[in-house]
């Protein structure tokens, strides 16, 4: 059977971990302002429906959604946050690894086909969060 010419792939969620990475910024926000016992997960998930409703309003670009959302969804659970972690938030995107599996994964398929990434976010994370994936 002949490789495919190509393969697509989602980026965040299915090649970088998406949920993982967002909680690691938001138990590190909170360890910082003193909250040790907090459910990150559950304030990961109320954030990303925050966003999701967010991005459904007008274009934004999404450094700007991550800013924008991440005080709305601290607010709703009466969690410090400074400017600075908003700000960090907001650069962080771009840095997030991808699944323990991925790197690999796609330097071996890269040998049979072209691959490619689909998504929905800003070029300038892209651009920074394929560095990371280590191949084009």
């Known amino acids: 059977m002949a490789a495919p010419?190509?393969?697509?792939?989602?980026?965040?969620?299915?090649?970088?971990?998406?949920?993982?990475?967002?909680?690691?910024?938001?138990?590190?926000?909170?360890?910082?302002?003193?909250?040790?016992?907090?459910?990150?997960?559950?304030?990961?998930?109320?954030?990303?429906?925050?966003?999701?409703?967010?991005?459904?309003?007008?274009?934004r670009p999404y450094k700007?959604?991550?800013?924008?959302?991440?005080?709305?969804?601290?607010?709703?659970?009466?969690?410090?946050?400074s400017t600075e972690d908003v700000i960090n938030f907001s650069e962080s995107m771009g840095s997030w690894k991808p699944f323990p599996d991925t790197v690999e994964a796609l330097k071996e398929l890269k040998k049979y086909t072209k691959i490619a990434l689909i998504t929905n976010t800003d070029d300038a994370i892209i651009d920074e969060?394929?560095?990371h994936l280590g191949v084009e």
């Open 5 to 59: 010419k190509a393969v697509t792939f989602d980026c965040f969620g299915t090649l970088i971990d998406w949920e993982g990475e967002i909680q690691k910024v938001f138990k590190n926000i909170l360890l910082k302002n003193g909250i040790n016992n907090a459910d990150v997960v559950a304030l990961q998930r109320h954030w990303e429906n925050i966003q999701f409703e967010y991005i459904q309003e007008e274009y």
């Open 64 to 81: 700007e959604v991550l800013r924008n959302t991440l005080p709305m969804a601290f607010r709703d659970y009466g969690y410090p946050f």
């Open 129 to 131: 969060t394929v560095k």
